[in-house]
């Protein structure tokens, strides 16, 4: 199984879009007692840098891990008590949707995932991708940056491009994305109370500079309506052209 599935190009493509995988490897620590070569270790850094040492069997799974992968509810679902055993797990309700005792190739792992995802998807939706997931990941960090180093009106534009490009998407992604529209608002409220101020002041050539970058980026906020008093005074306020 490891070698012919979890090793196969094919299927670690296909995983990386549509499946979690949950190893359930028990006997570990019995192997590192009797240092297996199967149980090694290889010396690497992890995602943020450390020190970390991996299982050459598993490349990017630490001892640990594994260990409490074997302790997770995963195990639940193995009632042949022979092995190897795959499961297939409804996501939502954490029921068993397919039994697959013994060896499996990886086309009939893949075969059984499709249809199991054809089910989850008519039940609950489109699926999210994992590659998807993790570019909205990067790019809401980058925006989430951005806020300190160029204000709200760059990170309202560039979130604004992001929810056009997750439109098709899941709710799930949706609400991550409200949840750091909820942050860029605040950097856009603050530009707008900076705003208010200059024109106070009499400063309209300021809060223009300020104000002009948001045309078109607020609608559908509940900022928009401010947004529109605000720059209709700087019109209003502005002295006559010459």
């Known amino acids: 199984m490891h070698s012919s599935v979890l090793q196969n190009d094919k299927y670690i493509a296909f995983s990386n879009d549509n499946t979690v995988e949950v190893l359930i490897e028990e006997r570990l620590d019995e192997g590192v007692q009797k240092?297996?070569?199967?149980?090694?270790?290889?010396?690497?850094?992890?995602?943020?840098g450390n020190p970390v040492k991996y299982m050459?069997?598993?490349?990017?799974?630490?001892?640990?891990?594994?260990?409490?992968?074997?302790?997770?509810?995963?195990?639940?679902?193995?009632?042949?008590?022979?092995?190897?055993?795959?499961?297939?797990?409804?996501?939502?309700?954490?029921?068993?949707?397919?039994?697959?005792?013994?060896?499996?190739?990886?086309?009939?792992?893949?075969?059984?995932?499709?249809?199991?995802?054809?089910?989850?998807?008519?039940?609950?939706?489109?699926?999210?991708?994992?590659?998807?997931?993790?570019?909205?990941?990067?790019?809401a960090k980058t925006i989430e940056d951005s806020i300190a180093k160029t204000g709200g009106s760059k990170a309202m534009a560039d979130l604004v491009k992001?929810?056009?490009?997750?439109?098709?998407?899941?709710?799930?992604?949706?609400?991550?994305?409200?949840?750091?529209?909820?942050?860029?608002?605040?950097?856009?409220?603050?530009?707008?109370?900076?705003a208010e101020g200059l024109i106070s002041a009499g400063d309209m050539k300021g809060a223009t500079a300020i104000l002009k970058p948001y045309a078109g980026l607020l609608k559908g906020t509940d900022l928009d309506a401010r947004y529109k008093e605000l720059s209709d005074k700087t019109k209003a306020d502005a002295p006559p052209a010459k």
């Open 35 to 48: 240092k297996d070569p199967k149980a090694d270790t290889y010396d690497a850094k992890d995602e943020k």
């Open 56 to 139: 050459k069997e598993w490349p990017g799974l630490t001892y640990d891990e594994i260990i409490a992968l074997a302790g997770s509810p995963g195990g639940q679902y193995n009632k042949t008590g022979k092995i190897p055993y795959t499961s297939i797990v409804d996501p939502y309700t954490l029921q068993e949707m397919k039994s697959l005792p013994g060896g499996q190739s990886a086309k009939g792992i893949m075969e059984s995932v499709g249809e199991a995802a054809k089910k989850l998807v008519a039940d609950h939706g489109p699926a999210l991708k994992r590659a998807t997931l993790q570019k909205f990941q990067a790019t």
């Open 162 to 194: 992001l929810q056009a490009s997750i439109a098709k998407e899941s709710e799930a992604l949706k609400n991550k994305a409200k949840e750091l529209e909820a942050k860029v608002l605040d950097a856009v409220k603050a530009d707008l109370d900076k």
